[in-house]
């Protein structure tokens, strides 16, 4: 079956650094995505990842290990509005969006 | 960016009553939109695909009387929740597909089903 692992909540500290891991394992790859969801909103698209490697934007990071199945976000220099849910979501050979169920980011002052 | 615009953003009816949702995307055309649901607290399920100008592919369990998808044009995709119940009180949001690497979510609508 096709399988797509986050852990469910986290907590940071303003101005701090974290890492979302996100596993899969998939029927097919066509690339990772990261997504930010605020409660009660529609999720925002924060990267995509094919290729294995590092990916940069701005104080988000997103990584990717193809042979390992696994990515992470990173987020630098946290704020307090990062607090939000993280989505990880990899398309599959049909061109289709497998979900996690979503990191819940807790960020304190 | 791309626009994808969801319409209404939250909407309370009648129980037995239906209610249509509407997505359009604003700059682009889209082959392809997507629907999903979310309950609080859970990852989106995605419902069904909608393709232009042909039947929507609903995902196991999803009932399609119930969820009546139609993408009559290359900009807009309705989904219309007939004789809805309390049960069917729900996040919905869209996805329209502007490359198969890039996909826009609309900002969802709230269905409160009293």
């Known amino acids: 079956g096709q399988n797509i692992d986050q852990p469910t909540e986290m907590t940071a500290t303003e101005g701090a650094i974290v890492q979302i891991n996100c596993t899969y394992q998939t029927s097919g790859f066509n690339g990772l995505f990261w997504y930010q969801q605020h409660a009660g909103e529609a999720p925002t698209f924060l990267s995509y990842?094919?290729l294995d490697g590092l990916e940069e934007k701005g104080r988000f990071s997103s990584f990717l290990s193809r042979s390992k199945g696994y990515s992470y976000l990173l987020l630098k220099e946290l704020q307090m509005k990062d607090s939000a849910s993280y989505l990880c979501a990899v398309m599959d050979s049909n061109y289709q969006l497998i979900w996690g169920a979503g990191t819940k980011l807790i960020i304190k002052p | 960016g791309a626009v994808v615009s969801q319409h209404p953003s939250w909407v309370i009816c009648k129980s037995g009553t239906s209610v249509k949702i509407e997505c359009r995307s604003l700059d682009f055309q889209a082959t392809t939109m997507f629907w999903y649901r979310q309950f609080p607290k859970q990852s989106l399920m995605l419902m069904a695909t909608s393709n232009e100008g042909s039947k929507a592919t609903y995902e196991q369990g999803v009932e399609k009387d119930k969820f009546l998808i139609n993408h009559a044009s290359l900009t807009l995709s309705t989904l219309t929740v007939t004789s809805a119940h309390p049960e069917d009180s729900s996040f919905y949001i869209c996805s329209a597909r502007k490359r198969e690497t890039e996909a826009f979510f609309g900002q969802g609508t709230r269905l409160t089903v009293v």
């Open positions: 990842n094919v």
